[in-house]
């Protein structure tokens, strides 16, 4: 979800090998149509799948950083959602070719002595390199590993053998929930956490994480699962020149909603590309899902791309 | 050019010759008659395809992989016949080759970087203006919308004064080579070697103000975005894409406020509503009708089948007036219809990347008369301006009355 920068790869790879990790999902490796060196990335890292001009899924690279020649991506079909993993898996075979944009890196991975690394279901990919450098580095390190069933846990066997008992496996059917509370319920001043998985464990972890010291944990939002959340939210818009307070539901954008309203505002692409319909925002914060501002400008928080962008706060206050 | 192929069963043929000059003058009769026979027609003359509904238009434009635009933008095919020029590296390309450029110049044109040029632009349109409305009559082609363009684009790319009556015949040229070799683009053509020539050297480093938009292209080389090769090729792409289209969308916008009376009292009664009546002007008045694609996988248009290598002309103008997407009055001048939608600029990865830019100028002209102006009219000479690819007119002749105090 990050703006594209300047300096960043896009490229046609090839999809080398194709194996299935576990219940629904795809073990992709990608590597060069002509065998040259991929960009450098360090754990934690993802890239952009351009599945179709409108249909761009992040996934994270999942393999060996020093294997300069490949990438390695899980991808978990998720039979609810609008299309981008239902694509691949039907799509991308070996041999076939997909467009790449990246890497980037939100969720790297910070020196410390000891590392509590907690991964629910398909979140494990960004984990799994980051075991090898904390390996590396000789930290003193744990994964928790949940899941619904064993079969649908990518990489468990993998990483018991290499990393024996710092992995702990720990599928719902078999254990339960994670036990966070046992896990988290004493903040470690020498520890860092690393989390990813879905909405309701990383909104588990951070409630429990609050009593940890400032920057303690580290959470990777897998940007396609936050984007579903989000296009269920209902929130209102408030256009404060036009004296207008509307509800924007979780099929249509604010541009639709406002026009619906008969208030004009001029847009073009409709996909978060152009920038026209930037808008200052008054009052609340704008979930940003164009790629015209820049990280400063998004940290400003006072104008948005209302073709693309919701909303974080149950109210938006618009200049319009 | 000889027919290719036979029509495939299903698609209607229609024998009219797009290009012709009757056709380019008055395009809305033939808009209309492709979009009821069909989404998608054969276009026997020329034996391409052309779609003119909004749906199969805006469809195709988005589809940049089966509709490529690296075989030309025109008529001609690229894959078969040499360019009259380099291709361009935005218009002529697709990705992955499109792709950097295409960052670098939208980075340049942003509508927040062009939020920068408005203190220059926005004193040229009130003098302007001003001086007209003193004037009482003119003719908004020759004495507005060809010298406002002319003046503030050029300053913002960093042209030097010396040669600028060569941009419109360079985008005369360049629109009119989108169509087939008829007396439009021979016209176009005569003296093109001296055109071509001042345009090469204003797109080299040492001929831009190092503070303009051009030098910015530049710079970006020198970071290694894109090459140094490229460089100048994108600064013409400013010079080709920026001077005619504007100057006859705004020619176009002060012929619609001057046919529709009702229009112009309610932009008169609130000027803070010019950029809509711009922006609905782009729509019902496209400044480019016309764009051509290729096909690169046979490919199926809401039913009928067009095979791979084969040259689709898409109609813009058309799209923006089908009553499918716009309603019944899809023909009305309507400053208060939510126009967004429209394809004037295009749609997709090769949308006009200096749309601000244009909507800047057309804001700031209509506003300014919008202030002064009470009553705008026509009072003589309306003559079109037929070109391969642009519609607008030669000459517009208004009356302008003034407001009262002003």
Redesign the interface.
Known sequence: MSA?T?GEL???LLVERRTAAADGVVVLTLRDRWGGDLPEWEPGAHIDLVLK??LVRQYSLCGDPSDRRRWRLGVLLEHEGRGGSRHIHENLTEGAVV?VRGPRNHFALMPSKRYLFIAGGIGVTPIVPMLAAAEAAGADWRLVYGGRTRSSMAFHEELSARYGERVLVQPQDETGLLDLDSLLGRPAEDTLVYCCGPEPLLQAVEERCAAWPRGSLRVERFAPRATEEAVLQTFEVELRRSCLRLVVPPEKSI?EVV?EA?I???????EG??????TVVIEGIPEHRDS?LTEE?RAVGDAMMICVSRSLTPRLVLDL | MPTRTEPIAGVPVIDDDPFSLAILSEPYDFHARMREVGPVVRLERYGVWGMARHEQVVAAL????TFCSAAGVGLSDFRREKPWRPPSLLLEAD??DH??VR??M??VL???AVKGLHASFEPAAERLVASLVQRGTCDAIRDLAEVYPLRVFPDAVGLAEEGRENLLPYGSMAFNAFGPRNELFEAAFAGAAAVQAWILASCQREALDPLGLGAQIWS?AD?G?ITHEQAPLLVRSLLTAGVDTTVLGLGNALFCLATNPEQWDRLHADPS?A??AF?EALRLESPVQTFFRTTTREVEVAGPRIPAGEKVLLFLGAANRDPRKWGEDADRYDI?R?S??HVA?G???H?CVG??IA?LEGELVLGALARRVSRIELCGDLRPRPNNTLRGFHSVALRLTPSQGD
């Open positions: 594209i300047s896009e490229i046609d001009p409108c467009r541009l026009g008969r004009q505002v001029l847009s073009s692409c409709t590309t152009c920038g026209t319909c930037e015209v400008e | 988005a589809d940049w992989e990705p992955p792709t950097a960052r670098v939208a980075r942003t509508p927040r970006a970071r975005e509503l950029r809509f922006e208060g939510q967004s939608g600029f749609h997709g990865i949308a749309q601000a909507r």
